[in-house]
């Protein structure tokens, strides 16, 4: 199991949802400047590797019941989290298939205040804002998970090319991330281990002219 840290790490790694079933799955938080966001997970390519055709056929038919039935792993884990309007649909409704999962929460130090709490990890999430800079600042002193049941865990062991992507604005400081030049993105880099772990955001609204 990955630690809690994995998070805030960007990994490239093929998703396993299954035995041999497989899929390329990428993440992104698109934040706006009040702080509201929307969690994205858009698995790509999902298909079984599996050398027998009738377990192949089973293993693809669990999936497309998962999104049918509302029991894909990334949507139970966004409905863990306390996510609002849910959805989870196919956007390639053919073999390999593509999924694209999605969930609102009202903010995003909200978000990861409940992502500590369900994987019973001590730490906490703030938002603040001052002189037109609106800052989060996410903190934890534990790597290890102390709820190894938690559907959330599915978010941090896929955590794959994740993003956090202004809606209107620009970052302008960052602890933990890689800002794009134009502001807009900001990508979670891998952090050295200690004691105290933090990361933070700091985000301004364009002034017009």
Same mark, same amino acid.
């Given at each position: 199991?990955?630690?809690?840290?994995?998070?805030?790490?960007? !990994?490239? !790694?093929?998703?396993?949802?299954?035995?041999?079933?497989?899929?390329?799955?990428?993440?992104?938080?698109?934040? +706006?400047?009040?702080?509201? =966001?929307?969690?994205?997970?858009?698995?790509?390519? =999902?298909? +079984?590797?599996?050398?027998?055709? +009738?377990?192949?056929?089973?293993? %693809?038919a669990e999936f497309l019941r998962g999104i049918q039935h509302r029991t894909h792993a990334?949507?139970?884990?966004?409905e863990a989290l306390g996510g609002r309007n849910l959805t989870c649909e196919l956007v390639?409704?053919?073999?390999?298939?593509?999924?694209?999962?999605?969930?609102?929460?009202?903010?995003?130090?909200?978000?990861?205040?409940?992502?500590?709490?369900?994987?019973?990890?001590?730490?906490?999430? +703030?938002?603040? !804002?001052?002189?037109? &800079?609106? *800052?989060?600042?996410?903190?934890? *002193?534990?790597?290890?998970?102390?709820?190894?049941?938690?559907?959330?865990?599915?978010?941090? %062991?896929?955590?794959?090319?994740?993003?956090?992507? &202004?809606?209107?604005?620009?970052?302008?400081?960052? $602890?933990?991330?890689?800002?794009?030049?134009?502001?807009?993105?900001?990508?979670?880099?891998e952090r050295t281990p200690s004691s105290h772990r933090s990361v933070s955001l700091t985000? !301004?609204?364009?002034? $017009?002219?």
């Amino acid at each position: 199991m990955k630690r809690f840290s994995a998070v805030f790490v960007v !990994a490239t !790694a093929a998703l396993a949802t299954g035995a041999c079933l497989a899929s390329r799955t990428s993440q992104v938080l698109y934040l +706006s400047p009040s702080g509201a =966001v929307t969690w994205t997970v858009h698995d790509r390519d =999902v298909h +079984s590797d599996a050398p027998e055709r +009738s377990q192949r056929t089973q293993e %693809e038919a669990e999936f497309l019941r998962g999104i049918q039935h509302r029991t894909h792993a990334p949507l139970l884990a966004l409905e863990a989290l306390g996510g609002r309007n849910l959805t989870c649909e196919l956007v390639r409704v053919e073999r390999p298939w593509d999924a694209v999962t999605t969930a609102q929460f009202d903010s995003i130090d909200g978000l990861f205040n409940a992502l500590l709490r369900e994987l019973g990890v001590e730490g906490r999430a +703030s938002l603040t !804002a001052t002189g037109g &800079l609106t *800052t989060l600042l996410v903190e934890w *002193t534990e790597d290890d998970p102390g709820n190894e049941e938690s559907p959330a865990l599915e978010l941090i %062991e896929v955590f794959d090319a994740g993003r956090v992507v &202004l809606t209107e604005g620009r970052f302008v400081a960052a $602890e933990g991330f890689v800002i794009s030049p134009d502001g807009r993105e900001a990508t979670l880099v891998e952090r050295t281990p200690s004691s105290h772990r933090s990361v933070s955001l700091t985000w !301004a609204l364009e002034r $017009e002219g």
